[in-house]
Every structure is written in structure tokens, then in C-alpha cells.
């Protein structure tokens, strides 16, 4: 069984640009979600897509970060403009529907570098 | 909102030691679940606890979540050096379906 992808693994970035990252679930897995890891603290959800819909993004920096999931597959998330701050590993997972509480799985991740 | 804490955030121990962490909740919890993160990887799933008081097994891991449902622990017997990584608790309140993570107890294992 293929596992969550993303794409691309490192990014170094001058702040003020903007930046994209792509996650493609493990097939079937409804519920999709961003983490946000800073260096020595744990993931920090963003935002629960469940299929297209927007389950919760209460924790997502709005002015500069936006979410889709194209057909409740595939999921872009995008920073404009990037701070100093958004260095972090950008986490996707995914997961059955949330009717049952299942585990999640995660990609590689994408490291991020703001300079 | 939920609080969870997570201690201790790190542990030094010698190979052959035991190691335990500890997750806590200022709420009750629905479930807990476990994940392990190795240096430079990411979060895989250990285990998930539903019922208070249960307690679940794994080889040399023990989980247990507490009667009250209000904290969790992961205690492992005897480390090896494979056991090195960051253990999280991922606790979900109940009615939610939003998985937060604590800060997570960074195990080092010397030989």
C-alpha cells in the first residue's frame, strides 16, 4: 500500500515569496489533514479537510495561508507572503472518515526555510 | 479549551533502563492515541486507548490510559538504542474530531 506523498521534501524560500506544497493521501482516506512542526514542538494542525469539505481551520493563519483539496483527493497548501516564522516542517496525513477515531498517516513532510 | 501536557519533555537513559511518559489532560478525554516520531522522520502510530483504565501491550511498550480518562502514560521496559525518537500523545476530547498533539517526551538512549 502506497503511502501519504508530498512533495517537494525541502524548501528554502526569502521571506515575502510564496510557496506551495502538495499531498496526496493513501487512496480511499477521506479525512486529510496539515500540521504545522516547529523544531522541538509537536505537530500543530492547520486545517482537517474530510473529502473537499473544511472540517476545521480555527489554527490556520488566513491572511497568508490558504488550503484546497481538488475533488477530495489531492491537497495544495500555500503560504503568501512567507515570515521568518513559517520555518517548519509541513506535515500532511491522512486518515479513514472520522466516523471512527483511526490512526493517521503521515508523509515525509516538507521542510521549510525562511530566510 | 483542552490543555494537554506532556512530561517529561526530555529523558536520558542507559540502554537496559526503563522510560516512561506521562500525558495529561485538563479535560476528558474520548480517546488518546500514541505516535512515535524518529529523528528527522515522521509520526507513526503506536496505539489508540478508548476505555478508562485500559491497557494495552506491545512487545516491551505498555500504554495505559487512566480511570478518570483524563491522562495517559507509555511506559517501555528495558530501552534499546531503536527506541530513541519523540513519543506524542495525541488526545481527543470528546464530541471533537479535531487530533492535537502534545509537545511530545524525547527518549535518548545511551549504550
Known sequence: EAGVAQSPRYKIIEKRQSVAFWCNPISGHATLYWYQQILGQGPKLLIQFQNNGVVDDSQLPKDRFSAERLKGVDSTLKIQPAKLEDSAVYLCASSLPRTGDTEAFFGQGTRLTVV | ?111
Open chain 2, 1 to 111: 479549551g483542552q490543555q494537554v501536557m506532556q512530561i517529561p519533555q526530555y529523558q536520558h537513559v542507559q540502554e537496559g533502563e526503563d522510560f516512561t511518559t506521562y500525558c495529561n489532560s485538563s479535560t476528558t478525554l474520548s480517546n488518546i492515541q500514541w505516535y512515535k516520531q524518529r529523528p528527522g522522520g515522521h509520526p507513526v502510530f503506536l496505539i489508540q486507548l478508548v476505555k478508562s483504565g485500559e491497557v494495552k501491550k506491545q512487545k516491551r511498550l505498555t500504554f495505559q490510559f487512566g480511570e478518570a480518562k483524563k491522562n495517559s502514560s507509555l511506559h517501555i521496559t528495558a530501552t534499546q538504542t531503536t527506541d530513541v525518537g519523540t513519543y506524542f500523545c495525541a488526545p481527543r476530547a470528546g464530541g471533537s474530531y479535531i487530533p492535537t498533539f502534545g509537545r511530545g517526551t524525547s527518549l535518548i538512549v545511551h549504550p
